[in-house]
């Protein structure tokens, strides 16, 4: 079929008459970008131009909720991001609810008003994007949207909003949560560990040695072995420009702020 016919297919099956049928789908067209495209055939659209005619089909027909199944797994990655700033804008044209599924927890967090995180059919966290990702409400949600890094540890004292927790990177004070005495584990998220500078005031995370290094444009991926005998591996997102190679010894911090206590 060409372009005109397929988004016009589920109006065709409504029997709405040819003109009306032709006239909305020249419109829903245009809406996302393919205006003056219908009489091509759509094996000679490119896959983002695929791809709109396939949302172009399915929201001819008005519906109240449009479910998106990994709509976009298929694209390159310039290609995917783009489709998701398209997808974004349309929907706030049609002010229809969107559910849009997908592994990729980046594409989540940049569409999403509010992300549902399920894990073997059970919610596990649900909420606007910087909550779910900044304050996860579990273990799962933690280490699901992003990557985190995650410390065991076991509360050893609470004293009003703040709880002593030690771990293996020393007794760390940071907000209970609602926790009481009783094993828990902390998330910290790579880009909130940062190296001390003197002064600052922030939680200490005692010192690190540098095992890996990685640029990735707008920042510097770091590996570092922490803990009195390096047992533990922190993974930091430090900018780009900082100075740091295999082998330096650096001192960690955090704020306490942010740092999160989850129950097991």
């Known amino acids: 079929m060409t372009v005109r016919s397929n988004v016009a297919f589920g109006l065709w099956m409504r029997r709405v008459a040819k003109a009306e049928r032709n006239r909305r789908a020249e419109d829903v067209l245009k809406l996302v970008g393919l205006g003056g495209l219908g009489d091509r055939g759509v094996d000679q659209l490119s896959g983002g131009q695929r791809q709109r005619v396939a949302l172009a089909r399915a929201i001819a027909v008005e519906p109240k909720v449009l479910l998106l199944d990994e709509p976009l797994g298929a694209l390159d990655l310039a290609l995917r991001r783009q489709m998701q700033e398209e997808l974004v804008r349309i929907q706030k044209r049609l002010d ?63 004293a009003g909003t703040m709880a002593r927790v030690k771990t293996v990177l020393g007794e760390l004070t940071v907000p209970a949560s609602g926790v009481a005495n009783g094993r828990v584990f902390l998330s910290i998220r790579p880009e909130q560990i940062g190296i001390a ?68």
């Open 96 to 158: 229809t609810s969107f559910v849009h599924v997908t592994h990729d927890q980046e594409e989540a967090m940049t569409i999403a008003d509010r992300i549902v995180v399920l894990n073997r059919g059970r919610i596990e966290d649900a909420g606007p994007p910087a909550r779910v990702y900044l304050r996860p409400a579990t273990l799962f949600a933690a280490t699901f949207m992003g990557e985190s890094n995650v410390l065991p540890g076991d509360v050893v004292g609470v």
């Open 197 to 264: 500078r003197a002064g600052d005031g922030s939680l200490s995370l005692g010192q690190g040695v540098v095992t890996a290094t990685a640029f990735q444009g707008p920042h510097l991926r770091v590996h570092v072995a922490a803990g009195a005998n390096g047992e533990v591996e922190l993974l930091l997102r430090l900018p780009a420009t900082t100075g740091l190679a295999v082998g330096d010894r650096i001192e960690l911090i955090a704020r306490a702020d942010q740092v999160t206590i989850l129950k097991p």
